[in-house]
């Protein structure tokens, strides 16, 4: 008998989870993933950890376990379609190794203020992201060879979504604002959830 793994997602995870900085990886067909230099908003990782948590130590692991407690988040969490607003934290990164889908090519700007219409495609297609650990860069990222799960990503993201779309390349770079509203918005209780 199979049993399926869980994770525990407490308030102090459900803290950081909120704070994850959403960047763009251009590599391949391109895929959300979590800025690698600034998971937390600021280049501190470890500073930015303990603030939450209040303890000096640990924070490479709490950091881990925040990856871990992220894949349940998204499995798990509640969030009703509707327009939502942030404050864009990637105007003030480093954007030389992820991007920002907002950003103009030609001026390097992005808007301060980001206002998005989250739409139940959206919420179905977060629920469905490969994501894992980016060993390379230390942060939870999103599979870009196959951000929805095997197949093709015309393939994964129909199925996601129960049948075909017509505008699925720009339904998926705008999974990047899509995810940062999960993150700072979606409701979730503490406790075990399964991440399998």
Do not use: C
């Not at 937390?40 to 925040?66: F, K, M």
């Not at 998204?74 to 920002?100: F, I, W």
């Amino acid at each position: 008998m199979m049993t399926s793994r869980t994770t525990e997602i407490t308030l102090e995870r459900i803290a950081l989870i909120r704070r994850l900085v959403v960047a763009w990886d251009p590599a391949g067909q391109g895929a959300p993933v979590i800025h690698p230099d600034a998971p937390y908003g600021s280049l501190d990782r470890d500073g930015d950890i303990a603030n939450v948590t209040g303890d000096d130590e640990g924070a490479a692991e709490e950091h881990r376990a925040v990856g871990e407690a992220l894949v349940a988040f998204l499995r798990h969490a509640e969030l009703k379609p509707g327009r939502y607003s942030y404050h864009n934290p990637l105007t003030k990164l480093d954007l030389s190794h992820v991007s920002d889908v907002f950003r103009d090519e030609s001026t390097g700007t992005a808007p301060e203020q980001i206002v998005f219409e989250v739409g139940p495609e959206h919420i179905a297609l977060v629920r469905r992201l490969a994501i894992g650990w980016d060993e390379g860069r230390g942060v939870p990222a999103v599979d870009g060879a196959a951000p929805y799960g095997p197949g093709s990503l015309e393939e994964a993201m129909t199925r996601a979504l129960g049948g075909p779309r017509e505008d699925l390349a720009h339904l998926h770079r705008s999974m990047q604002p899509a995810l940062q509203i999960v993150l700072r918005s979606a409701d979730i209780a503490p406790g075990d959830y399964a991440v399998t």
